[in-house]
């Protein structure tokens, strides 16, 4: 069992930065795949960015490419999501997700995550 609690969510304006924090309990954090998805009012919860356990691999939706950088210490049992360049696009709320999974490529599905964060509001205003 993990527990995840995501931190760091706010009100920002287009152009700016916000950073997610997502810190896991349990003592084997290095060994869950590591998943940021997010919702938006209306519109079903889809992938942003994932991380393989080793973090060896990474995923980034297009939408997002080239502006969110995942990342995670394990010694901290916490995973990050640094979100830079946002655009209104990008409010939602932003979940967290683990999977003891391991496997070399970070996992793009949904239904493979078995933990789920309560979430973090972000709003980007125009």
């Known amino acids: 069992q993990v527990q995840l609690v995501e931190s760091g969510g706010g009100l920002v304006q287009a152009g700016g930065s916000l950073g997610l924090s997502c810190a896991a309990s349990g003592r084997t954090f290095r060994n869950y795949a590591m998943g940021w998805f997010r919702q938006a009012p209306g519109k079903e919860r889809e992938l942003v960015s994932a991380m393989s356990w080793s973090g060896g691999s990474t995923y980034y939706a297009d939408s997002v490419k080239g502006r969110f950088t995942i990342s995670r210490d394990n010694a901290k049992n916490t995973v990050y999501l640094r979100m830079n360049s946002l655009k209104p696009e990008d409010t939602a709320v932003y979940y967290c997700?683990?999977?003891?999974?391991?496997?070399?490529?970070?996992?793009?599905?949904?239904?493979?995550?078995?933990?789920w964060g309560q979430g973090t509001q972000v709003t980007v205003s125009s």
């Open positions: 997700a683990a999977a003891l999974v391991i496997r070399t490529l970070a996992l793009i599905r949904e239904y493979e995550y078995d933990y």
